[in-house]
């Protein structure tokens, strides 16, 4: 039962892989999701995690997208310059700053699901086959794969490769 499991687990990161060179792809080209501007992918995710209110800050958004505060305050200040998110000081925390969209950023954050909707049309259609609680169990089991992956990310960072 051990070489099953230990089989089916690298498989099964064979799949997780491949999947995610796939969305690599599809997350690299900037698409102009209705307001006459590329936006890149990194910096429409972020618009749609406000939009979600996923994050309302920059230290939840870098936990969201675990990612540094500073990746997220680069992006940030990106959006805001380019008139997508309001950046507005906290009315009791006033050195913590509050995100919300503009209405260009709901325009972006509106073409944004448009567009994603087409991309994962067939993929949405056949996850709407499967059972809810699986689609849950799916969810949870996604939830943990993240986990352990931000842990291999620190174990990695640790390990030091000594030169023959």
Request: charged content about 30%.
């Amino acid at each position: 039962m051990e070489k099953i499991n230990g089989k089916i687990s690298w498989d099964l990161h064979g799949q997780l892989t491949r999947a995610a060179a796939k969305l690599r792809v599809i997350n690299k080209k900037a698409y102009d999701y209705g307001t006459g501007e590329p936006i890149n992918t990194f910096d429409i995710q972020i618009i749609d995690a406000v939009g979600r209110n996923y994050g309302r800050n920059i230290t939840e958004l870098a936990e969201w997208f675990s990612v540094t505060k500073g990746a997220i305050s680069q992006a940030a200040g990106r959006l805001s310059q380019a008139g997508y998110i309001n950046k507005d000081r906290h009315p009791v925390y006033g050195k913590e700053e509050v995100l919300t969209l503009t209405g260009k950023g709901e325009i972006a954050l509106a073409g944004f699901e448009n567009v994603r909707g087409r991309i994962f049309q067939d993929f949405l259609s056949e996850l709407e086959l499967v059972p809810g609680e699986k689609l849950l169990e799916m969810k949870d089991f996604l939830v943990k794969i993240n986990r352990l992956l931000e842990q291999s990310m620190v174990a990695a960072k640790k390990i030091r490769f000594d030169k023959a």
